[in-house]
């Protein structure tokens, strides 16, 4: 047993390693096809056009990640049924998944196109100085690539799940590469902004949809799914345990990524293309650190649910750790550097300001730590409370960071963000982190045989309770560790 469970926890330590050397390696190329990629497009569209391929671009988060919660579930569910050996549960867990998002995908297409024409998006993107029909255009695009890269995400989760992570990595650099190629032709050619839209979140969305049809059929053929006919029983009872991940997941991205809007909303597009200058500085470094950290919470998950709690409890201090302090002196740099950097890449009419640097290099630090912490608390499901203050950050940033955007200008929004992250978040993140750490296992010691003396972990037996039986359970059998 002992030789067994430190052979999975050095399998576990290679494999996050592994994905966190891959995650640097591909985020340094995709920063760096993503700094060619917003040169040209600035050299090549005027300061409003930038803005609202920018915003564009910058809001598709906010659709590929409007999942209902079932990417993250799957993050969740598919290492515990690995960790069971339950094959079934395994084929069962994407192929809800998956189907289940590709109808979402086609609903937010429909509705989205539909909006192109219902909504006064010039104004909202303050471009009224723009064509209005070359805006809903971009927007259009915005919505198709958005609809369908909902269940693009399946193959990067599938591949996080099984401990590949290293392997999406490299998906996600091919589709940085191909977006400055299309990026390239678009400004070689001089085409229309919608054209920019579709280089820069089309193609990570056919890459996208290419990778999870590799990761199913090639990668892991067990996976692959029977039909993507959605069984109504079983899609209900997915989108009922992933409720809770679908709220954290939408007022996360709400509240990290509104803020290129409220600029373009008050201080107009030209102001938004500044702040977005500057906020994918600091973008690159947090995104680094973030998927380079992300396997920890498959591999959490998978240690939980085979009951290695010292592995879990050893190597999340050890990851926050480190996240942390190389977050902030990376941050540090940036802000020496920052406007310098800027001048560079995009030219002097979009540097940014000192202070704007300052603020972004704070909630850089501060976020990542906070979604870094939160790995734990995903990995067991325990996500509650922080779905409920996640609802409540939401608005409570949005209100910050307008009335800070018309106080302070540019820095406005990053102060109003830092401020509901402080207030509403954190606070459940440690305390729950704690009370989970001390709930998931109590030290045994090993009384016989060549270990005697040694400690070990296990999860406690808990009972189910009744509300958490589900449709989904009888197709899923499993034995409540982790849970």
């Given at each position: 047993?002992?030789?067994?469970?430190a052979?999975l926890?050095?399998q576990r330590?290679?494999?996050?390693?592994?994905?966190?050397?891959?995650?640097?390696?591909?985020?340094l190329?995709t920063?760096l096809?993503?700094?060619?990629?917003?040169?040209?497009?600035?050299?090549s569209l005027?300061?409003?056009?930038?803005?609202?391929?920018?915003?564009l671009?910058?809001?598709?988060?906010f659709?590929g990640?409007?999942d209902?919660?079932?990417?993250?579930l799957?993050?969740?569910?598919?290492?515990?049924?690995?960790?069971?050996?339950?094959?079934e549960g395994k084929?069962?867990?994407?192929?809800v998944t998956?189907?289940?998002?590709?109808?979402?995908g086609?609903?937010?297409?429909?509705a989205g196109?539909a909006?192109?024409y219902?909504l006064?998006?010039?104004?909202?993107?303050?471009?009224?100085?723009?064509?209005?029909?070359?805006?809903?255009l971009?927007?259009?695009?915005?919505?198709?690539?958005?609809?369908?890269?909902?269940?693009?995400?399946?193959?990067?989760?599938?591949?996080?799940?099984?401990?590949?992570s290293a392997?999406?990595?490299?998906?996600?650099?091919?589709?940085?590469?191909l977006?400055?190629?299309?990026?390239?032709?678009?400004?070689v050619f001089?085409?229309a902004?919608?054209?920019?839209?579709?280089a820069?979140?089309?193609?990570?969305?056919l890459?996208?949809?290419l990778?999870?049809?590799?990761?199913?059929?090639?990668?892991f053929?067990?996976l692959?799914?029977?039909?993507?006919?959605?069984?109504?029983?079983?899609?209900v009872?997915?989108?009922?345990?992933?409720?809770?991940?679908a709220?954290?997941?939408?007022?996360?991205v709400?509240?990290y990524?509104?803020?290129?809007?409220?600029?373009?909303s008050?201080?107009?597009?030209?102001?938004?293309?500044?702040f977005?200058?500057?906020?994918?500085i600091?973008?690159?470094?947090?995104g680094?650190?973030?998927?380079?950290?992300q396997q920890?919470?498959s591999?959490?998950?998978?240690?939980?649910?085979?009951?290695?709690?010292a592995?879990?409890?050893?190597?999340?201090?050890?990851?926050?750790?480190?996240s942390?302090s190389?977050?902030?002196?990376?941050?540090?740099?940036?802000?020496?550097?920052?406007?310098?950097l800027?001048?560079?890449?995009?030219?002097?009419?979009?540097v940014?300001?000192?202070?704007?640097?300052?603020?972004?290099a704070?909630?850089?630090?501060y976020?990542?730590t906070v979604?870094?912490?939160?790995?734990?608390?995903?990995?067991?499901?325990k996500?509650?409370?922080?779905?409920?203050?996640?609802?409540?950050?939401?608005?409570?940033?949005?209100?910050l960071?307008?009335?800070?955007t018309?106080r302070?200008?540019?820095?406005?929004?990053?102060?109003?963000?830092?401020?509901a992250?402080?207030v509403?978040?954190?606070?459940?993140?440690v305390?729950l982190?704690?009370?989970?750490?001390?709930?998931?296992?109590?030290?045994?010691?090993?009384?016989?045989?060549?270990?005697?003396?040694?400690h070990?972990?296990?999860?406690?037996?808990?009972?189910?309770?009744?509300?958490d039986v589900s449709?989904?359970?009888?197709?899923?059998?499993t034995?409540g560790?982790?849970r």
């Amino acid at each position: 047993m002992e030789d067994t469970a430190a052979r999975l926890g050095k399998q576990r330590d290679a494999a996050v390693l592994k994905a966190a050397g891959a995650a640097v390696a591909s985020r340094l190329l995709t920063s760096l096809t993503a700094v060619l990629t917003l040169a040209i497009a600035a050299r090549s569209l005027s300061a409003a056009q930038l803005g609202v391929v920018a915003v564009l671009t910058t809001l598709v988060v906010f659709l590929g990640f409007g999942d209902f919660g079932l990417g993250t579930l799957l993050m969740t569910r598919l290492p515990a049924a690995n960790a069971r050996g339950d094959d079934e549960g395994k084929k069962t867990v994407v192929e809800v998944t998956l189907s289940t998002l590709c109808v979402t995908g086609l609903l937010v297409v429909a509705a989205g196109g539909a909006s192109a024409y219902l909504l006064p998006w010039p104004a909202l993107l303050g471009a009224k100085g723009l064509d209005a029909s070359g805006v809903r255009l971009a927007v259009l695009v915005f919505f198709g690539c958005g609809g369908l890269s909902i269940p693009a995400t399946v193959g990067a989760r599938v591949y996080a799940a099984m401990q590949r992570s290293a392997v999406l990595h490299v998906w996600n650099a091919v589709a940085g590469v191909l977006t400055l190629i299309t990026t390239t032709f678009c400004a070689v050619f001089g085409t229309a902004a919608w054209t920019y839209v579709f280089a820069l979140a089309g193609v990570p969305m056919l890459v996208g949809l290419l990778e999870t049809y590799w990761a199913l059929t090639r990668a892991f053929p067990e996976l692959r799914p029977r039909t993507l006919l959605v069984r109504p029983a079983l899609a209900v009872a997915f989108l009922r345990s992933g409720a809770l991940f679908a709220v954290l997941t939408i007022s996360t991205v709400i509240s990290y990524n509104i803020d290129s809007l409220v600029v373009s909303s008050v201080l107009g597009a030209s102001a938004a293309a500044v702040f977005t200058v500057a906020s994918r500085i600091f973008v690159l470094v947090g995104g680094t650190l973030s998927l380079a950290g992300q396997q920890m919470w498959s591999s959490l998950a998978d240690a939980i649910g085979r009951g290695d709690i010292a592995w879990a409890r050893s190597r999340y201090r050890r990851a926050l750790v480190a996240s942390t302090s190389v977050n902030g002196v990376v941050c540090l740099v940036l802000v020496v550097i920052g406007r310098w950097l800027s001048r560079f890449w995009v030219g002097g009419g979009l540097v940014p300001p000192l202070s704007l640097l300052i603020v972004l290099a704070i909630y850089t630090v501060y976020s990542t730590t906070v979604i870094q912490a939160s790995y734990l608390l995903a990995a067991i499901e325990k996500v509650k409370a922080l779905a409920i203050a996640g609802m409540i950050m939401a608005p409570v940033n949005l209100v910050l960071s307008v009335l800070l955007t018309r106080r302070y200008g540019l820095t406005g929004p990053v102060l109003g963000s830092i401020i509901a992250l402080a207030v509403v978040l954190t606070g459940p993140v440690v305390w729950l982190t704690w009370r989970q750490f001390a709930a998931l296992g109590q030290p045994v010691t090993i009384t016989g045989g060549p270990a005697a003396g040694r400690h070990r972990y296990r999860a406690p037996k808990r009972r189910r309770r009744r509300r958490d039986v589900s449709p989904l359970w009888r197709f899923i059998p499993t034995d409540g560790a982790g849970r």
